[in-house]
């Protein structure tokens, strides 16, 4: 098969679109030809080297994939060859794409027991925007934060990945949502898709511009996966009480913090870390009923992953970059 394979930790010119000997399934394992791959900052995560996570190279990333079953491992049940399928990329061995040769390729083998069904009116390019993005904002929103109907979330970083599906799932659940985000055009977009209000954090302070618009209250929760600067300027927007979310630090994993604000405001810090089988599951079932609408900014032809991860790294995209084998 092809596949973009990384050769060694670093940058773009690390990734060679070259042959890879195709995967035979194991027992338990379907093997997946691969419709569509969605780029998360993760892959760019992988390919640069994270400390204290090693991974094996060369190696493939890729978590969101979508495809269709092309061969059965032994033992699997209830599959066929044909099945339109996605999946849930958090495996019992490890995260496929991280730990275990991911779907940036034409084809993957994966458990059968992560497959989810894909229902014919969600298409591969949607299906790999949806269970990285969506499932990590399912579990983040209402399984950590508790998020109600009637609450303002300010969501940062509300452009990309998990940032729209935080949005989308902020609106689904009946909240004022406050989309932040990093230029005026990603703003109008936010607007046109339901975002209750906008802020450009280029031209604008965030904080202050969130604690005006939730009538000098402050927000109920703020979703903050970029770290770095935005960490302490994200407290000061939050109402006493409030709930800050983080799953990620885009930005910068050890910011500056003011323990003042928590203590005064009394507010709670809610990591949230991966998804299960069930947010994912949830996530496609939603995209079939038009409960959330996923957007794929940029679909590439799979040879041309290099640059498609710049144009993440440079932050020139909305929702989800799409990469096709
Ligand atoms: N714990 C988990 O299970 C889990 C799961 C998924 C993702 N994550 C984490 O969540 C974060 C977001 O992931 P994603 O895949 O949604 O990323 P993404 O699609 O690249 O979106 C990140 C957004 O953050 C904004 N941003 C602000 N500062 C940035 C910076 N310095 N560099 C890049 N973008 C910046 C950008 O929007 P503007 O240009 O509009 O500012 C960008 O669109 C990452 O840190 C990721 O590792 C964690």
Not at 40 to 51: A, E, K, Q, S, T
Not at 223 to 232: E, I, L, P
Not at 259 to 269: A, G, P, S
Request: charged content about 20%; some cysteine.
């Amino acid at each position: 098969m092809k596949a973009a394979v990384i050769e060694q930790q670093g940058g773009v010119e690390n990734i060679v679109y070259r042959d890879w000997d195709d995967p035979e399934p194991r027992p338990g394992e379907v093997r997946v030809s691969v419709g569509a791959c969605g780029l998360n900052h993760l892959d760019i995560f992988v390919r640069r080297g994270m400390p204290g996570f090693p991974v094996p190279m060369p190696f493939i990333s890729g978590g969101d994939i979508a495809g269709t079953i092309d061969a059965l491992g032994d033992g699997v049940a209830g599959w066929s060859v044909g099945d339109r399928v996605t999946m849930n990329p958090q495996t019992d061995h490890g995260m496929i794409g991280e730990e275990l040769i991911g779907g940036l390729a034409e084809l993957v083998c994966v458990p059968a027991i992560n497959l989810v069904a894909l229902p014919d009116n969600v298409s591969m390019e949607t299906a790999a925007a949806i269970p990285i993005n969506y499932g990590t904002a399912h579990r983040m929103l209402f399984e950590r934060g508790r998020l109600a109907a009637e609450e303002i979330m300010l969501v940062l970083g509300a452009s990309g990945g998990v940032g729209l599906a935080s949005v989308q799932f902020g609106k689904m659940a009946g909240a004022t949502v406050i989309a932040a985000a990093g230029t005026q055009e990603k703003c109008d977009r936010l607007s046109e898709l339901g975002a209750d209000h906008v802020i450009n954090y280029a031209e604008e302070d965030f904080s202050r511009a969130a604690w005006m618009m939730s009538g000098k209250k402050g927000c109920d929760v703020i979703v903050n996966f970029t770290g770095g600067d935005t960490w302490v300027p994200s407290f000061r927007a939050a109402r006493p009480g409030g709930r800050v979310l983080t799953c990620g630090a885009t930005a910068g994993h050890d910011p500056q913090t003011d323990l003042r604000f928590l203590w005064v405001r009394e507010l709670d810090i809610l990591g949230s870390n991966s998804y299960s089988q069930e947010d994912v599951a949830k996530s496609v079932a939603y995209a079939a009923s038009g409960d959330i609408a996923p957007v794929v900014s940029h679909t590439f032809p799979l040879e041309k992953l290099g640059e498609a991860e710049t144009l993440m790294e440079e932050r020139g995209f909305f929702g989800k970059i799409v990469m096709t084998p």
